[in-house]
């Protein structure tokens, strides 16, 4: 039998296969359409930034906890730097500890800048974007990352 | 005419509670023969999965401890409890906490279905846990059973998320941060993307993450979601793979059991046991045969008794135990409740529940390592092990080939020395981040505590291979350093780990907060 003379293929055994063909892609197309059900279309979620007050409030040199918004405010001579206090392993909320940040559930280790120093944590903690509002109150945009070092100047 | 009519109608009534009866029992009485006792096992839906006849060897306790069955057995009381407690709880983020504690403090029975409800699937996660290791030990995973190992895998890994999702529903400080933490395990194959720079193309972890949250925080999307899981899909699966896990065991001889002896099975047991009565009736039907080397018709004696009563009052009693202890944990200890959920802090240290805890170990080394990859390895090796070790032999023995106990030993001590020595090097020293704080994550993800665990049992397993030059005794090896590693790890992050994931001798040793 040559290749220009291929077997005959039954008219059964062509509806048969095209029957079970046809089933896997309804199948396969249905497991796709079903997963885009629970796939959100839009992410809910609060807005994430945050009025913390006048800055003449924080006097230079301090750092103010804001436990709700899980971050941690600090103000040198350069001006003011928010730091995220959620940690970037698996997302439970750092403690202050002696020399900077510690994480309660496996137990990461950051420094008061962020950087990590011990544990299984990927990244630092992220420096958030620190800006302020038409009252000259500040304003911290939890959702807006800036790199380490960036000081806000009132 | 009338009368008669009459009369049979006053027959009938008085005959009711009878006729009823028979018409539900389609035996209508108690088994008098061996052919009444087999129609008792197939005329009835729920024991017709049994077969007739039943191995004494597979009755003996010592080779299953009825750890399947205590298994279902759980499995059932969780079921129950778990329909009555749905009656009172509320899938929401503002009530879900205060309807656990009106079950809790206010419900009839209500603490007692929950304590019942928590120590079922704790007693459940153990017997499953240890039902695996019966059927590894006694080799029962082999031909014909290997589909049977798979499907109880699979049994497994529902088992475990069952328990976690169910402790995430009462929405306390444990639930909160377990979603966290479990939203962001699925979200961690990001680890491993953001450090080869592909996030942006391909990003399976924040696929995942975004289907189990349903949204970019915790919060009443992840609740309903976890919900549906627990009440709905989850035991819905576990059912329809029992239901397979049982139909295979039926169908592939009953329980794992060696060849009996050629000839007259006298031997075991020192009884001749015939398969047919002299005076029965009827041959068995088809009914009783099942797959195995040889069918038992006219085969003569054998080591065989009737499943109806004998098999039966085994699985019954078995069942009660399960109740029983069930029941007494439950009376004796109450399920925990934490304080309410709080987005703003974790508890410290915050602590999984204690099947979790290894996990939690190894997850505090790198979380893609450790909460992704590590499980992935330890399920794909266990699902090939049915595969890559398929000489037979030792099926329904304990530790049945040779050298298979001495080999058990030596990968204990063997794993134990690994586990302890690797747990105390990095309490004591630290691991690469402490020693180059500037180390890439890469390196991390690669090279840690854990994958190490991995690494060194494998080879552990690989040497084993090669000296006793046996597949079985290099899977022993490898299965026996995967239970101590378990065990040891969950046992270390129990007791050892302390606030921030500290090591501390005792809890009692915990600092002041």
């Known amino acids: 039998m040559s290749r220009l003379d291929p077997p005959r293929v039954s008219r059964r055994s062509f509806l048969s296969l095209a029957s079970v063909g046809s089933f896997f892609v309804a199948l396969g197309t249905a497991a796709v359409g079903m997963l885009?059900?629970?796939?959100?279309?839009?992410?809910?979620?609060?807005?994430?930034?945050?009025?913390?007050?006048?800055p003449e409030q924080f006097s230079a040199g301090s750092e103010t906890p804001f436990a709700d918004q899980n971050l941690v405010l600090f103000r040198d001579d350069e001006g003011f730097y928010a730091i995220s206090s959620t940690c970037t392993h698996l997302g439970c909320t750092v403690a202050r500890s002696k020399d900077g940040f510690a994480c309660p559930c496996h137990g990461s280790r950051f420094n008061s800048k962020g950087s990590v120093v011990g544990g299984p944590a990927p990244r630092p903690l992220p420096?958030?974007?620190?800006?302020?509002?038409?009252?000259?109150?500040?304003?911290?945009?939890?959702?807006?990352?800036?790199?380490?070092?960036?000081h806000y100047r009132v | 005419m009338a009368e008669t009519a009459t009369k049979e109608f006053l027959h009938n009534l008085h005959e009711l509670p009878q006729t009823v009866k028979d018409s539900c029992f389609r035996l209508g009485k108690e088994p008098e023969s061996e052919r009444e006792e087999s129609q008792?096992?197939?005329?009835?839906?729920?024991?017709?999965?049994?077969?007739?006849?039943?191995?004494?060897?597979?009755?003996?306790?010592?080779?299953?401890?009825?750890?399947?069955?205590?298994?279902t057995a759980s499995f059932?009381?969780?079921?129950?409890?778990?329909?009555?407690?749905?009656?009172?709880?509320?899938?929401?983020?503002?009530?879900?906490?205060?309807?656990?504690?009106?079950?809790?403090?206010?419900?009839?029975t209500g603490r007692f279905i929950r304590n019942i409800h928590r120590w079922a699937s704790q007693l459940m996660v153990l017997v499953v846990l240890l039902h695996m290791a019966r059927v590894f030990f006694t080799a029962s995973y082999k031909k014909p059973r290997e589909f049977n190992w798979l499907v109880g895998l699979g049994l497994l890994v529902i088992t475990l998320a069952l328990s976690f999702t169910g402790y995430l529903l009462p929405w306390d400080q444990l639930a909160y941060w377990a979603i966290t933490i479990g939203s962001n395990i699925a979200n961690s194959p990001r680890e491993l993307t953001d450090a080869i720079g592909i996030t942006k193309f391909v990003d399976p972890g924040g696929f995942q993450k975004r289907l189990l949250l349903g949204a970019n925080y915790v919060g009443q999307d992840a609740l309903i979601r976890f919900y549906v899981l627990h009440v709905f899909v989850l035991p819905l699966a576990l059912v329809t793979l029992l239901g397979v896990h049982f139909w295979r065991i039926r169908k592939d001889g009953g329980l794992a059991k060696p060849e009996d002896p050629p000839g007259g099975l006298a031997e075991w047991g020192g009884e001749r046991r015939?398969?047919?009565?002299?005076?029965?009736?009827?041959?068995?039907?088809?009914?009783?045969?099942?797959?195995?080397?040889?069918?038992?018709?006219?085969?003569?004696?054998e080591n065989t008794v009737m499943s109806w009563p004998h098999l039966f009052w085994a699985e019954l009693s078995v069942f009660m135990v399960t109740v029983a202890v069930t029941l007494i944990l439950a009376f004796y200890s109450d399920a925990p409740l934490k304080e309410l959920a709080n987005a703003a802090i974790p508890e410290?240290?915050?602590?999984?529940?204690?099947?979790?805890?290894?996990?939690?170990e190894l997850v505090s080394y790198s979380a893609f390592m450790g909460g992704m990859l590590i499980p992935m390895i330890v399920l794909v090796g266990l699902a090939l092990i049915p595969f890559l070790d398929r000489r037979p032999g030792g099926e329904g023995t304990w530790f049945g080939t040779s050298h298979e106990r001495s080999v058990f030993w030596q990968s204990l001590f063997f794993a134990?020395?690994?586990?302890?020595?690797?747990?105390?090097?990095?309490?004591?020293?630290?691991?690469?981040?402490?020693?180059?704080?500037?180390?890439?994550?890469?390196?991390?993800?690669?090279?840690?505590?854990?994958?190490?665990?991995?690494?060194?049992?494998?080879?552990?397993?690989?040497?084993?291979?090669?000296?006793?030059?046996?597949?079985?005794?290099?899977?022993?090896?490898?299965?026996?350093?995967?239970?101590?590693?378990?065990?040891?790890?969950?046992?270390?992050?129990?007791?050892?780990?302390?606030?921030?994931?500290?090591?501390?001798?005792?809890?009692?040793?915990?600092?002041?907060?």
């Not at chain 1, 420096?127 to 960036?150: C, F, H, K, M, Y």
């Not at chain 2, 602590?351 to 805890?357: G, I, N, Q, R, V």
């Not at chain 2, 190490?452 to 079985?472: D, E, G, P, Q």
């Open chain 1, 36 to 54: 885009r059900l629970p796939n959100p279309a839009v992410l809910p979620g609060p807005v994430r930034r945050f009025k913390l007050g006048p």
């Open chain 1, 127 to 150: 420096w958030l974007e620190v800006s302020r509002g038409a009252n000259g109150d500040l304003i911290v945009n939890a959702d807006n990352e800036v790199p380490e070092g960036t």
């Open chain 2, 40 to 71: 008792a096992t197939f005329h009835n839906l729920f024991l017709h999965i049994h077969s007739v006849r039943v191995h004494v060897r597979t009755l003996k306790p010592t080779l299953t401890f009825g750890l399947g069955l205590a298994a």
């Open chain 2, 76 to 108: 059932l009381i969780t079921l129950i409890t778990g329909v009555l407690l749905m009656v009172y709880y509320k899938p929401s983020t503002d009530l879900a906490y205060q309807s656990i504690k009106d079950i809790h403090f206010t419900v009839s």
């Open chain 2, 274 to 301: 015939p398969v047919f009565q002299p005076l029965a009736t009827k041959t068995y039907g088809l009914m009783a045969l099942v797959k195995g080397k040889r069918p038992p018709v006219n085969r003569g004696p």
């Open chain 2, 348 to 360: 410290n240290p915050a602590k999984a529940p204690w099947y979790f805890l290894g996990l939690q």
């Open chain 2, 416 to 513: 134990c020395a690994v586990t302890v020595g690797m747990l105390a090097f990095t309490v004591n020293y630290g691991w690469l981040r402490n020693w180059f704080p500037n180390i890439q994550q890469l390196w991390i993800i690669v090279i840690n505590p854990g994958s190490l665990f991995v690494l060194i049992f494998a080879a552990w397993s690989l040497f084993i291979l090669k000296r006793k030059n046996s597949v079985r005794l290099a899977a022993v090896s490898l299965f026996t350093c995967f239970l101590v590693g378990f065990t040891l790890l969950t046992y270390f992050a129990t007791v050892h780990r302390g606030p921030n994931w500290h090591f501390y001798w005792w809890p009692s040793q915990w600092p002041a907060h």
